[in-house]
């Protein structure tokens, strides 16, 4: 079964880090495009990063360019999203999906439970 979890989600305070993991199982990421999403509180999800299976990061917020970033731990069949100098509008839930395209255009896999980041002070 193809699965993606999301943890490392929490709460923080404005200007502050946080490093989400995606953990993959029945599959590996290293050939993977993987995509982060976020959705916050009456609004719609978005995308925000996709890493395709190259390594190729494409930013899709200029809101968190800069201050977001994405990564691979092959070893672990792990992707991280570095998120620094965080402000409240990055408060949401954050979800990772492979994708069937290098841009994350098309979810492969299903979308998970998500991980809560709330940024306040």
């Known amino acids: 079964q193809l699965q993606l979890v999301e943890s490392g989600g929490g709460l923080v305070q404005p200007g502050g880090s946080l490093r989400l993991s995606c953990a993959a199982s029945?599959?590996?990421?290293?050939?993977?495009?993987v995509g982060w999403f976020r959705q916050a509180p009456g609004k719609e999800r978005e995308k925000v990063l996709c890493?395709?299976?190259?390594?190729?990061?494409?930013n899709y917020v200029t809101a968190v360019k800069g201050r977001f970033t994405v990564s691979r731990d092959n070893d672990k069949n792990t992707v991280y999203l570095q998120m620094n100098s965080l402000n409240v509008e990055d408060t949401a839930v954050y979800y990772c999906?492979?994708?069937?395209?290098?841009?994350?255009?098309?979810?492969?896999?299903?979308w998970g439970q998500g991980t809560q980041v709330t940024v306040s002070s």
């Open positions: 029945g599959f590996t990421l290293d050939d993977s495009h």
């Open positions: 890493i395709s299976s190259s390594g190729q990061i494409t």
């Open positions: 999906i492979k994708a069937y395209d290098s841009r994350c255009r098309v979810v492969y896999t299903s």
